[in-house]
């Protein structure tokens, strides 16, 4: 049975990895308490109770845990994972695991030195159903070859919850590094490729408090074969009963898929549908049956010492094409008007 302890708990997203993770069979034996944010670890804790808090360093230097969960400040991760890494233990990651190239250098380099695993989870794709019955049609042939694929990913400020860390860019690493690296892994699962071209990017600042917050952000891909485009802001109105209305169209030459992951307005209660268009009929797909085993495949690479269920190359070129599209990116700054 894996053994895990959860590091870095600055941001919530320490809760879905850890619950996870639990679910799938792991034990979490210890947490580190240290953290940027007093909200974060009072939340880990009421959902947690039974897990201990135990100092950092114990955690590291402790033989009987196989990897750590982290979810630290973005701008901290790679040297977390390094960290844990060199002391024998294999990393999940919450998502950006680096906010630079010199980080994700390193972090390759280290990956190659110790053979550790080194998985970022790309949430948005790794445990939403929706998404996993999608890829799964594509990949049965549902809709023929793809064409292009289209995903939109807004999400809500939330500013009350945010902490400092998250309106400082070295810290966060950008608007493409953080959320839109969801898009690129998205990109390139559903046309098939191991590697892709960033053609154009560009960020916006449409006067969201501090000035020069990066609020808005798209991109257009491609390959040999299939085009993309991805668009991302922090603009979700309150009266959304999510925190985004994500969504996935992937076009191919015989059929359409949509994926809504989060909501669908106005229409049928709860998350993940799936609307699929072929040569025969429009129809939508629950996902209520739809197994997530992002976790169990996780922990499975973890006793294998291999990583199989999200390819290592996969997550190093998500990293660098996020990294790409936000320092090649057009900039400007909406001029607020009345």
Known sequence: ??????????????????EGLLAAGAVCVGYDPVTTDPRVLTGF???????PAVERERLLDDPS????????????????????????????????GVTTAAQLAEVQAVVAETGRIWSVCFSERFIKPSARKAWELVRGGAIGRVVQTVGLGPHRLNRALRPSWFFDKPAYGGIINDIGCHQIDQFLAFSGAEDAEIVTATIGCFGTE???????ADMTFQTPSVRGY?????????????WGDGRLFVLGTQGTIEVRKNV????RDGEDHVFLVDGGATRHIACDDVAVTYFSDFLADIAAGMARGVPQSHIFTVCRLALAAQAKADRFVAEARA
């Open 1 to 18: 049975m894996a053994r895990f302890a959860a590091i870095g708990l600055d941001h919530r997203h320490i809760y879905d990895l850890t």
């Open 45 to 51: 804790q009421k959902r947690f109770p039974g897990i």
């Open 65 to 96: 845990i196989d990897f750590i969960v982290n979810s630290a400040r973005p701008c901290d991760r790679a040297a977390l994972s390094i960290a844990a890494m060199r002391r024998g233990k294999d990393v999940l990651c919450d998502k950006p």
């Open 210 to 216: 501090p000035p020069g917050f990066e609020d808005f």
């Open 230 to 242: 991805a668009r991302i802001d922090w603009f979700t109105a309150d009266g959304l009963p999510t």
């Open 264 to 267: 669908d307005i106005a229409g």
